[in-house]
T-cell receptor, first 114, second 109 residues
Framework: DTGVSQNPRHKITKRGQNVTFRCDPI?????LYWYRQTLGQGPEFLTY????????KSRLLSDRFSAERPKGSFSTLEIQRTEQGDSAMYLC????????????FGQGTRLTVV | RKEVEQDPGPFNVPEGATVAFNCTYS??????FFWYRQDCRKEPKLLMS???SGNEDGRFTAQLNRASQYISLLIRDSKLSDSATYLC??????????FGDGTTLTVKP
């Protein structure tokens, strides 16, 4: 499968625990994006990377959230001290840099905080 | 006010109908425009890009009006398989894309 891969697909965690999600983009894509989506809403931008550099971070992203892309390939999104309001689908997407190019999404990680 | 606004619907139409969705955006610096389709509990997938001159892909026609900051999607001869949520997407630069909350379409036999 050469698409965007996200792991795990589902995560249930207790409030206060830390969780980490992984995204493997399409191999030649140097841009990688994280979005969050809740029921009835469109995907909400969290952050994006070009290669290993984190170029933009949403103001919605509290200091409990951190993302990394250490070698410009896969990325991780960590949420510390999870809250019930963090329950959502976390979507990763990747694209090429140049031109008006499509972003391809992974199937997402569904987080439930209980 | 949201940066990208769509009528949430739902739109319930019979097979064969023509249906149109609208989207408005507030950031005049927006450069690229797209329609994505999202099936229930699946990831969004690109349906088509939207160009100033308007563009067509089979039964789907997209239009952009930069002066009015308005984007539309027209679906002709609706099929059952067109049932999905349609997301309007606006990109300011080559990075962040802003999604609308989507318009839900149900095509009925």
């Amino acid at each position: 499968d050469t698409g965007v891969s996200q792991n795990p697909r589902h995560k249930i965690t207790k409030r206060g625990q830390n969780v980490t999600f992984r995204c493997d983009p399409i191999s030649e894509h140097n841009r990688l994006y994280w979005y969050r989506q809740t029921l009835g809403q469109g995907p909400e931008f969290l952050t994006y990377f070009q290669n290993e550099a984190q170029l933009e971070k949403s103001r919605l992203l509290s200091d409990r959230f951190s993302a990394e892309r250490p070698k410009g390939s896969f990325s991780t999104l960590e949420i510390q001290r999870t809250e019930q309001g963090d329950s959502a689908m976390y979507l990763c997407a990747s694209s090429l840099v140049q031109g008006d190019t499509e972003a391809f999404f992974g199937q997402g990680t569904r987080l439930t905080v209980v | 006010r949201k940066e990208v606004e769509q009528d949430p619907g739902p739109f319930n139409v019979p097979e064969g109908a023509t249906v149109a969705f609208n989207c408005t955006y507030s950031n005049s610096a927006s450069q690229s425009f797209f329609w994505y389709r999202q099936d229930c509990r699946k990831e969004p997938k690109l349906l088509m890009s939207v160009y100033s001159s308007g563009n067509e892909d089979g039964r789907f026609t997209a239009q952009l009006n930069r002066a009015s900051q308005y984007i539309s999607l027209l679906i002709r001869d609706s099929k059952l398989s067109d049932s999905a949520t349609y997301l309007c997407v606006v990109r300011r630069d080559a990075g962040k894309s802003t999604f609308g909350d989507g318009t839900t379409l149900t095509v009925k036999p």
